[in-house]
């Protein structure tokens, strides 16, 4: 049995629990700690609630890891305390699973990445729609060789977040803390559609803006990737759609198949055109997504523990998709492609990058 902390009881948090409680003979959740103490409390209430344990309640995350020594740290706080959060929990010999994205700034990301590695303790991301069993299926096929040589892809998030969302969560489109559409919304799309195509990237372009958010980061972003392997992916999000979310879509072409995965979190297969599947049947078989969300990563994540390997999200896994997004900023920052790897960038880069030229 794992002794698990939870750290930040915000909105995502109930996620975590839940995935906790769905495997209670692999993980205990014996603290959980959040700066506003009441959102802790008030997360410990509704573990007692479901599990009839009730784990002990903190405010301060150092505290919490010298009190308990867990094995196993959750970090569901606002994005720019992620790297911070890691390091303390790693120094502690915890495994680790974070939130998306990993951390803000790539250098500190991979150091963090590289700290799990040399201490031998695991570390995962958040990125749930890698467990969806759509997003699997097409992963398999393409693995496969099944679709042929991919030609292009496209990810679109055309989502709402209108101004209280922002409002409520002060840290929700700053560049210190967070990013914009691209970075917390659309980043579930992207780190699919990169993981899908499997190559490392050669180039990319992106533009973005700030049209209406009360936002310091973007409100829309779209870009271009080039792949090594010569694949091309196609970038928009928007969190802008007025007057609701409209979809999420992801779009793979290649040279034997075409497919569209839709609706939210990617749950619907829409399109399954794959040389010599009957597309009626494959869809009317795939029906729903299945168990989506925190659980199914949870799972591979301690069962990849137990059995000693990385999980599907392990080690440099949760940087890409943080890579592919700071390109995108820095292309627009710098006004041109930029070339792949990365060196260091950091959404604190990003800062005054949208705001209005003087006229002076
Ligand atoms: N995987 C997903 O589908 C998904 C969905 C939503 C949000 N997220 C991610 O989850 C994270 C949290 O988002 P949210 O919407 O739940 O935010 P939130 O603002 O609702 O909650 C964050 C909580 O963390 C607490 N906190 C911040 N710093 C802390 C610290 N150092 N120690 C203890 N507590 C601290 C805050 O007080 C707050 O209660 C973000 O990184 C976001 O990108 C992921």
């Excluded at 103490?37 to 010298?66: G, I, N, W």
């Excluded at 496969?144 to 840290?171: C, E, K, P």
């Excluded at 990169?194 to 310091?216: C, K, N, S, Y």
């Amino acid at each position: 049995m794992i002794s698990a902390v939870l750290i930040g009881c915000g909105q995502i948090s109930s996620n975590h629990l839940s995935a906790m409680l769905g495997i209670p003979d692999r993980v205990r959740l014996d603290a959980v700690c959040d700066g506003m103490a009441e959102r802790a409390e008030a997360l410990a209430l509704k573990c007692e609630a479901q599990s009839r344990r009730k784990p002990l309640v903190f405010s301060d995350a150092k505290e919490m890891l010298s009190a308990v020594k867990p094995q196993f740290v959750a970090i569901a706080t606002g994005s720019g305390s992620h790297t911070i959060l890691a390091n303390l929990a790693l120094d502690a010999g915890c495994h680790v699973m974070i939130e998306k994205p990993i951390g803000l700034s790539l250098q500190e990301s991979r150091a963090v990445v590289e700290k799990a590695r040399l201490k031998g303790l695991q570390i995962s991301v958040c990125f749930v729609n890698r467990f969806h069993a759509h997003v699997q299926r097409l992963k398999q096929a393409i693995d496969a060789g099944r679709l042929g040589r991919i030609l292009h892809a496209a990810v679109q998030a055309r989502w709402n977040r209108g101004n209280s969302y922002y409002t409520d969560a002060l840290w929700r489109g700053t560049w210190a803390q967070d990013g914009g559409a691209l970075m917390n919304q659309c980043i579930h799309g992207i780190d699919a559609m990169q993981w899908l195509i499997g190559d490392q990237i050669a180039r990319i372009h992106g533009v973005t803006r700030r049209f209406q958010r009360p936002i310091e980061s973007e409100d829309f972003g779209c870009g271009i990737v080039e792949f090594r392997g010569g694949a091309v992916a196609v970038i928009e999000g928007t969190v802008n759609a007025f007057p609701n979310n409209v979809e999420e879509r992801l779009s793979i072409f290649g040279e034997k198949g075409t497919v569209i995965l839709s609706g939210p979190s990617l749950k619907k297969l829409e399109t399954w055109r794959v040389d010599g599947d009957d597309e009626t049947t494959v869809l009317a078989e795939a029906g729903t997504a299945g168990p989506v969300g925190h659980g199914p990563l949870y799972l591979d994540f301690f069962n990849s523990l137990e059995a000693g390997n990385p999980s599907v999200i392990g080690f440099d896994e949760g940087l890409r998709s943080l890579e592919l997004i700071l390109g995108l900023y820095k292309s627009m920052k710098d006004g041109h492609p930029v070339e792949f790897p990365l060196g260091d960038f950091s959404t604190v880069d990003m800062a005054g990058v949208l705001d209005p030229k003087r006229k002076d």
